[in-house]
């Protein structure tokens, strides 16, 4: 795998829980839409975006989060705003 993202499930067991394991992970987790609600920038551990070179073409991919993490009870998101990934 070469990037995540954060769903539902990633919030069960809090911020510090969700940092160790991504920590652990091989990979970047990626979320272009989670942003600080007091800033509305992304929080230090957040990666919106990443470029990937595959076979000399470089490739953009973007996270987008699932806004159902922080709707969910005992889902650790204060502070944390989850904005919608696309625009209708």
Do not use: C
């Not at 970047?28 to 975006?49: D, K, M």
Request: aromatic share 10%; net charge negative.
């Amino acid at each position: 795998m070469d990037a995540s993202t954060y769903g539902v499930h990633e919030f069960d067991h809090g911020i510090a829980r969700l940092l160790q394991h991504q920590a652990d992970a091989q990979f970047p987790f990626l979320a272009a839409n989670i942003v600080e609600t007091a800033t509305g920038a992304p929080p230090a551990w957040v990666e919106p975006s990443k470029v990937f070179t595959i076979k000399n073409t470089k490739v953009g991919v973007i996270g987008a989060a699932s806004r159902d993490a922080p709707a969910s009870p005992g889902r650790t998101t204060d502070g944390l705003t989850f904005l919608p990934a696309f625009k209708p």
